[in-house]
């Protein structure tokens, strides 16, 4: 039971890690995405304005087709060759102050249930 309980806190805090590190990664694609449309539309005000002569309209599919190929290579790239990074970033994670409140708190109701079933015994 005791090892069950602790596999299986381990096993919540790697997951609760590795979605904080998916996030981290898809916001950081998101700013990125975000930028290059903010960079469409002042092309496409300046456009309207008579400052540039681009075909935009003929542009904007290419683009993203294009950044959605770059997004996939890096996202590949990085899990391919970067996963020690990750690992790092896990274990990172794993000490900071509110991780180690939870393992404390996680840690002390595991031997409170431990206690529990001894003294049913």
């Given at each position: 039971m005791k090892q069950i309980v602790k596999s299986l806190a381990e096993m919540i805090m790697t997951t609760?890690?590795?979605?904080?590190?998916?996030?981290?990664?898809?916001?950081?694609?998101?700013?990125?995405?975000n930028?290059?449309?903010l960079l469409y539309l002042l092309l496409v005000n300046l456009k309207d304005k008579g400052y540039i002569e681009v075909d935009l309209n003929g542009l904007f599919f290419p683009l993203v087709v294009f950044c959605l190929i770059a997004f996939l290579t890096i996202g590949w790239i990085e899990t391919r060759f970067f996963k020690g990074l990750?690992?790092?970033?896990?274990?990172?994670?794993?000490?900071?102050?509110?991780?180690?409140?939870?393992?404390?708190?996680?840690?002390?109701?595991?031997?409170?249930?431990?206690?529990?079933?001894?003294?049913?015994?």
């Open positions: 609760i890690a590795k979605c904080k590190i998916y996030i981290s990664r898809t916001t950081g694609y998101l700013g990125i995405l930028t290059g449309m990750q690992k790092e970033a896990t274990f990172g994670f794993s000490l900071s102050p509110p991780m180690v409140e939870m393992s404390n708190k996680i840690s002390y109701v595991y031997d409170k249930e431990v206690a529990r079933e001894e003294a049913l015994k």
